[in-house]
């Protein structure tokens, strides 16, 4: 059931706008006396999720039981982290997901669907893991909260994927972005309807029935001065509030492009991105749209690292980023990426497909830990100094040359025309 839409493609929408909202949409869905909020971390900061949960902490008091970061196989946030991003929320309500061990597996997807949309690549089940507080924690609501914008493993990013997998097991979220990676990332990005959320819908709707869960949805998107602003949200304990969400964010978060682009340059910022498992969305967002033989600059200040986790760190660093080919290759052959296919995918959503230069800038990595990686090494400074993100204009910045500015690459997708029609 669709409980709210609000639509503000050409506008935004105010603090005050968004608190009425949440007043009615809490209205409309009766007395809750112990309610679990499940929003994303610090990688989705701009999702307006924070804002969201401190307004539903102020209406609702206490019986906002707790909060459970939807982080997948991400760090756990820190307590600055939780200050900056959910405001007057109580530290204490903060719970932790563990993803190796606070698991419950509602049930398992058959393997002769898997093997249907995956066009017979695949012969394994999946898993329906979720964390344990969500079916045990005795919830007469848990309200799922976050963005919708295109993504890389998914096609558009949240609505069931922020249970399954943000609160998911290792098991559900290794498979899910091996059948992702599988299928072929450029056929999926921007698409409401893919092989994977197909997956999470048969098991939303076979396995998830008795759990109280409504979808609170955002779409951001810029303004007229080019900040973030609020551009949408909906609620709803059904596809429909997502379908809507995702119809929006195509509107305001996809740039679709007369001609390929010969350079672009992408800023992350610090406080966003720490680790190349999420500053390559400067590669998967923008690949459609990169010229073969251009390059791609990835200023990355803030990035010390490749996983947001110890053992992921470990295999991205012994393997390095390949084509598709030779990372199917390289899992066939070895048993570290077989039980690790979430990181496999994550190599194959880093790579260029040969296609064009990728120079990384990073504050925290070497030389040498970025060239095994397989990706050209760029130095911070001198390339700060040569594009200031401080004054470069979103899009096309002319001059000495002409290269195409993206500040953040997490609220967009990026494809030039000829090569997204090929995919579709």
């Not at 295999?315 to 598709?324: A, H, L, P, S, W």
Request: proline share 5%; aromatic share 10%.
């Amino acid at each position: 059931m669709l409980y709210y839409a609000m639509e503000r493609p050409d506008s935004s929408i105010s603090d005050a706008e968004l608190r009425e909202s949440l007043r009615e949409i809490v209205g409309k869905l009766g007395e809750a006396k112990k309610v679990l909020a499940v929003p994303p971390d610090m990688t989705r900061f701009h999702s307006r999720a924070g804002r969201i949960t401190e307004m539903l902490w102020e209406h609702y008091g206490n019986r906002l039981s707790a909060v459970l970061p939807a982080i997948g196989t991400h760090f756990p946030m820190t307590p600055d982290e939780i200050s900056s991003m959910y405001g007057k929320v109580p530290a204490s309500k903060f719970q932790v997901h563990r993803w190796r061990e606070d698991l419950v597996t509602l049930g398992r997807v058959p393997a002769d669907y898997i093997r249907e949309l995956s066009e017979g690549k695949l012969d394994w089940d999946w898993p329906a893991q979720v964390n344990r507080m969500l079916p045990e924690g005795g919830y007469d609501l848990i309200l799922s909260i976050g963005q919708v914008v295109p993504h890389e493993v998914i096609g558009m990013a949240n609505y069931n994927k922020n249970i399954f997998i943000g609160t998911g097991g290792r098991e559900a979220i290794n498979k899910s972005h091996y059948l992702g990676a599988v299928y072929g990332m450029e056929r999926m990005m921007g698409r409401a309807d893919t092989p994977v959320r197909r997956v999470l819908n048969y098991a939303q709707e076979h396995f998830a029935g008795e759990l109280p869960i409504v979808y609170l949805l955002t779409v951001v998107g810029r303004d007229e001065h080019g900040a973030l602003a609020l551009k949408g949200l909906f609620a709803g304990d059904d596809q429909e509030c997502y379908l809507k969400a995702c119809e929006l964010s195509l509107k305001v978060n996809f740039t679709m492009l007369d001609e390929p682009l010969e350079k672009v340059v992408v800023y992350l910022d610090p406080v966003e991105f720490r680790s190349t498992w999420l500053g390559n969305k400067s590669i998967y967002r923008t690949r459609m749209a990169i010229a073969d033989g251009g390059e791609l600059i990835v200023l990355a200040p803030g990035v010390k690292e490749f996983g947001e986790d110890r053992d992921i760190d470990r295999v991205i660093r012994k393997y390095g980023y390949f084509t598709t080919p030779e990372i199917l290759d390289l899992v066939s052959k070895n048993e570290d990426l077989q039980e690790a296919l979430g990181t496999a995918a994550h190599l194959i959503h880093g790579s260029s497909e040969g296609r064009f230069k990728i120079t990384y800038c990073p504050g925290g990595l070497s030389r040498q830990e970025i060239e095994k990686a397989n990706f050209a090494y760029g130095d911070i400074e001198k390339m700060l100094k040569r594009y200031d993100p401080h004054r470069l204009k979103e899009g096309w910045n002319e001059g000495p040359e002409r290269f195409y500015f993206i500040s953040n690459p997490a609220v967009g997708l990026w494809a030039y025309k000829g090569r997204f029609e090929s995919e579709s």
